[in-house]
């Protein structure tokens, strides 16, 4: 069972949600979580646990064989991207601009560019209890978050059985990252503040999961500021809010501190326990 | 022509907050630009009007007409993305799975596909509260935000800029470390990072600093929520003199933030507020910088 | 000696474009003959990434033996300009392509490495 927890909007407490649900339902059962915000992963903050493994993941890229190439030109041709650029002397190839769709490799006609591997980030593995952590990390430079997250999933997906509890923490926004962690997930988590800024952004968020048709429910966060306009929108669209946690000073200053706030603030357990039996009865 | 970039590296800090208040109080000095185009929210503070929309393209999709199509299956070996998909007989590309590569359109042997380039959002210019002219964007859901809406922006700000022989740009910048903040950071004369004394908060500032330092762009930081945690203020006040970074002060955590926004105005608009006197000198530091 | 300007508009007053990549015009002055052609090279200003390479690309085309831009060449692009034999120069930035060519010839602009 997948379950994501996404916001259009940064900072609305997405991994607040993700890491007190993730180590609360790990005292329940076998659970897993995987931070998939791998341009800047935070979980790890929060999560105490022993690191078991640590991974070097890889994209594949064109490399050239000066000896075998005509200088053609067909590879600087048909790329889309422009990770490949002709010289007079030279075939230059830009692993940070390909995409690896194998164009250039497999319709050069001598075989110049054999495909291979180029380091693109880490995943490493913690283990908390019942709880097992992955965290995915872009190294910096890099441009493609998606090729890391698919990885990252199927991983995830190889290693643990189906009915395995799995929370993803996904990217802010809703660019193709973000559809990239949610796509293969059960049920979507959308993690939302009551203002105009976090209103404008789940609405976004909202249309997101309905393209993708996954079934989904609202946590409300800094329950208590701003207004009822998620609320109402909630309520129009029938989206079910399936828990509250109310704006305090007391979780700002627990979270600032990395944290988990379900133990210290009954409220934020509570909020847990609600969130839980949801995510049972979709089971 | 000073280009005022502001940046946090995480989202939720206050940067777009901050942004529009430092944009009220600039009037029409400047040209606004909202880079933060995934998800855009300085809007909802500035209330823009008059607004002139462009169709923005980027980016390719492969259509297979099936009238030319004879079922080779060449362009379903041939995909890494798993976007192309046969049903009846049918081929179909996925959208959302399809990357744009043209390695199909090349592969057909009968040139049944062509790469059509899409229509992935828009951007805008407006009239803000104060009168003077926002460039902002939206980018369509599932788009890739590579950057190229962000460089737009920055390129229509600047322009209209010298039309309008105004020598600022202030530009609400992408979270983040990836393309849109490299493009909202490149020619950007001066950097104003938004901190939050929270672990994740201070993590990715460093993230971030990390590449404006690459570009070697004269930065200051301003704390925000800074009363939440005064040893992590501490730490931050400390990396920032390190590094050389002008210190611009704390801003209090103060409801008053959200108060206002939920009336769609700026923090500076409120009355009675310390907190604008501080962003006002913030802001007559960065002009003269 | 072919010298090569990275431009806003396509005259010897018009203005040096500070971007390499996504710089509008590519003009090339051939002392010889004494000509100065024009490259509109807005199709590169325009893609989402590797525009220094494609333009860079072009510019080998013509076999320049001297570039002279505002800001310098991007990371990328830079790697590809590396690959040949020209020289590079930048800070030419609010010049005209003849207070450029002046500059550079009384070797006042930035010679990169």
Known sequence: MKIAIASGKGGTGKTTISTNLAKYTSEQEETVLADLDVEEPNSKIFIQGQLIDSQNKFTMVPNWKSDKCTFCG????????????????????????????????????????????????????????????IESKLDIGQEQAVPLIEQTIDFVDQKYPDETIKFFDTPPGTSCPVIEAMKSTDYVILVTEPTPFGLHDLKLAAETVKKLDIPHGVVINRYGIGNAGVEEYCEEEDIPIIATIPNSRKVAELYSNGDLLYKEIEEVKQAMENIYQTIEDYR | MKEIVVISGKGGTGKTSITASLAYLAKQEVIVADCDVDAADLHLLLSPE??????????????????????????????????????????????????????????????????????????????????????HASLQIGAENSGKLVTRVKNEATNLAEEKSLNKVLVDGSPGIGCPVIASLSGADYVLLVAEPTNSGFHDMK????????????????????????????????FIRKNEITNFGEIPYDD??????????????AENNEIKDQLVEIWNKIKSN | MKIAFTAKDIHWNSEIDPKFGRADYLLIYDTETDTLNADDNKENANVAHGAGPKTAEKLFNYEPDVLITGNGPGGNAKRALDQGDLEVYAGANGMTIKEAYQAYQDGELNKMD
Request: aromatic share 8%; hydrophobic share 35%.
């Open chain 2, 207 to 238: 993230r971030v600093y990390n590449l404006v330092e690459k570009f070697d762009i004269p930065a200051g930081c301003v704390i925000n929520k800074a009363d939440l945690n005064v040893e992590l203020t501490t730490e931050i006040k400390n």
């Open chain 1, 74 to 133: 067909k590879c600087s041709e048909v790329c889309y991207f422009n990770a490949i650029t002709q010289l007079p002397n030279e075939i230059l190839v830009f692993p940070k601009l390909c995409h690896s769709c194998y164009a250039c490799s497999e319709l050069c006609p001598v075989d110049a560019l054999p495909m291979q591997s180029e380091k693109m980030g880490v995943m490493e593995q913690y283990q908390d209890g019942n709880l097992s952590f």
């Open chain 2, 50 to 135: 008059e607004t002139v929309a462009h169709d923005f393209y980027s980016g390719y999709l492969a259509q297979i007409d099936n009238e030319k199509c004879t079922g080779c299956n060449r362009c379903k070996e041939v995909c890494r993305f798993g976007a192309i998909e046969v049903k009846a007989g049918d081929y179909k590309v996925l959208p959302l799975e399809c990357e744009g590569c043209g390695y199909c359109d090349e592969i057909c042997p009968v040139d049944a596909i062509e790469m059509e380039e899409q229509n992935i959002g828009e951007w805008y210019i407006s009239k803000t509260k104060v009168d003077s002219s926002m460039v």
């Open chain 2, 256 to 269: 008053a933030f959200t108060e206002q926004m939920t009336e769609g105005k700026t923090i500076v608009e």
